[in-house]
């Protein structure tokens, strides 16, 4: 049986739960499907994440399970020493 969503009909915030996430493939070129509104590092290291406007931002020594509270359109793979990225 399927599960049961209680707050199916409510609007959700920005800041709600993701209910969209996705493995990170590192590109210096491949933008996401989606645009994650955060990203979710899973052994830590440096995300050269890439905003909305095309500008490349270098995040230092991320911890593992840190979650980088930003919207992105790609991670490059130039510069990203983390890995297990997931955008959520």
Known sequence: MPATDPFAG?????GAPSESYFAITPSDSVDFSVV????????????SAVRLDG???LF???????????RARRVNAS???????VGL
Do not use: Q
């Not at 510069?79 to 990225?85: E, I, P």
């Open 79 to 85: 510069g990203t020493t983390a890995t297990d990225l």
């Open 10 to 14: 409510w609007a959700k915030p920005i």
């Open 60 to 70: 230092k020594n991320c911890a593992a399970g840190e979650v980088l509270p930003i």
């Open 55 to 57: 500008t490349s931002v």
């Open 36 to 47: 994650a509104n955060s990203i979710r590092v899973g052994t830590g290291g440096d995300v």
